[in-house]
């Protein structure tokens, strides 16, 4: 939203940057927008339309030096921490949902090679990554279905690395990425690594590598397909961390970065809805009454009700933001943060679908033809059932708050 001087001056009430974003990142965040109106935005009705993984967006996020956006500088990061994270995921998300879910979990990727990967790793995956190499998370298999931190699928050991057959069900940039981490299980841990989660990367020219096409309601762009790992040779150095042990950091960083920047993603869908939908309010004039749209009583009053619940879900997200930098800055780990992101995630994920509702409805009609009003919607959706997903969230919370363990622990070699 902008106001001008003119506009000031008449007595239009100007909104506090203070609120739209957190002091210091005033700048980072005209970039974000310069590089969302630019180019995601061109893009992105082609890139539904045709179901296109969203290539050029990509390209120009990583050239602006989005692509390992919370990485120190010193490793070619922005060194924008988690804050620079949330307002970057929210702001893009306002032109391109498919681009900013694809740019979203490349991030996670990427801090989790960063923080979990040794120096050789950093060292082979990085530069790439400040290039334009996309990194994506083969997760959620589809015996397990929504409980993405159960796996079934195991890599046993080999004479140098280890077997890996994986079948995944949805692994956003399935068939696009540069690596991929997998997620999968190692059956013989030595009993003081705890479980028997373990991560590997595999490059997208590994032999075995099968991916599925992706055609859904929304984020269509996302190529968020099943993908099959045959009888992959993993070497020792693609292992990412240790043999079994690993559970640690879903709660450490995948589900955190995941959680703030999905988060991100739904707020800024929602913005992207209701600013399109003013636009057009303001454009719609009925001859018989002289009004615009935005002229109704009743319509100004849906759009107060639908900014108010956008900013309380940002004022959300940068406060978790906030305790997320100062955690590590403080040495602690992210997983102090966890409540507060299920709380998070769960809302963002509500109010996208009531914001992206209303939107349709102050839009009319014309909201409801095939176009951006009616593609938030539907990429709105998604965030409910991306998981962590919405019920299990809530259960989450709701077993904390009775102060009972919210995590059960599970060994997958009970289902063989
Ligand atoms: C667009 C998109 C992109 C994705 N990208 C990735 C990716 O890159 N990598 C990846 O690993 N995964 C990815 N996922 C998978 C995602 O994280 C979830 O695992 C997946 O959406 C769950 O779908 P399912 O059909 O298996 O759900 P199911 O497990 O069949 O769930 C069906 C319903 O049951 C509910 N439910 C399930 N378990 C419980 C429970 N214990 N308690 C209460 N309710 C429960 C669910 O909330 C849901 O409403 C993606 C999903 C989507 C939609």
């Known amino acids: 939203m902008s106001f001008t001087k ?38 992105s009705m082609t890139v539904d339309e045709q179901k296109m993984f969203p290539k050029e967006s990509l390209k120009a996020m990583a050239e602006a030096g989005f692509g390992a956006l919370p990485l120190p500088k010193e490793y070619g990061g922005l ?22 879910m694809v740019w979203v979990m490349h991030t996670v990727a990427v801090q989790a090679m960063f923080t979990i990967g040794t120096e050789e790793q950093r060292n082979r995956f990085i530069p790439g990554v400040l290039k334009g190499d996309i990194g994506a998370l083969a997760f959620s ?12 699928s195991e890599a046993p050991k080999l004479d140098g690395g280890y077997l890996l057959d994986a079948h995944k069900s949805w692994v956003t940039s399935g068939g ?16 003081d690594k705890g479980d028997t989660l373990m991560f590997v990367i595999v490059p997208k020219d590994a ?3 099968e991916s599925f096409p992706f055609s859904a309601m929304g984020l269509r762009g996302n190529s968020s397909g099943p993908m099959k790992f045959n009888h992959i040779f993993i070497p020792t150095e693609n292992r990412l961390g240790t043999e079994g042990g690993m559970n640690q950091y879903n709660d450490q ?17 929602a913005q992207g809805a209701l600013n399109e939908a003013i636009e057009g309010a303001k454009m719609k004039v009925h001859k018989d009454t002289g009004k615009s749209v935005s002229g109704y009583q009743v319509i100004r009053h849906e759009i107060a009700k639908a900014q108010i619940i956008i900013d309380s879900a940002r004022s959300m997200l940068f406060r978790v933001a906030e305790a997320m930098d100062k955690a590590i800055s403080e040495g602690k780990t992210l997983d102090e943060c966890l409540y507060t992101l299920w709380q998070l995630k769960t809302y ?11 939107a349709l409805q102050i839009s009319g009609g014309r909201g409801y033809l095939t176009g951006r009003i009616e593609k938030f919607v539907r990429d709105g959706r998604a965030g409910a059932l991306m998981g962590p997903t919405n019920e299990i969230l809530r259960e989450w919370i709701g077993k904390s708050l009775i102060g009972v363990p919210w995590f059960e622990t599970w060994d997958y070699r009970q289902a063989k």
């Open 348 to 358: 963002a994920a509500d109010i996208v679908i009531q914001v992206t509702n209303m």
């Open 176 to 191: 696009e990425a540069d690596w991929y981490i997998v997620c999968t299980n190692y059956p013989d841990p030595t009993p």
């Open 141 to 152: 298999e589809p015996a397990t279905g929504s409980h993405f931190w159960n796996v079934v």
């Open 6 to 43: 003119e506009m000031v001056d008449e007595g239009v009430m100007k909104v506090p940057e203070w609120w739209l974003c957190p002091p210091g990142l005033e700048e980072f965040r005209k970039k974000a927008h310069q590089v969302g109106r630019d180019v995601l935005l061109i893009h």
């Open 253 to 269: 960083i995948i589900d955190p970065l995941f959680l703030l920047g999905t988060s991100g993603c739904w707020i800024g869908v």
């Open 207 to 209: 032999e075995g590598i």
């Open 79 to 100: 060194g924008a921490g988690y804050k620079g994270f949330a307002v970057a995921a929210e702001t893009f998300a306002q032109y391109c949902a498919s681009a900013t």
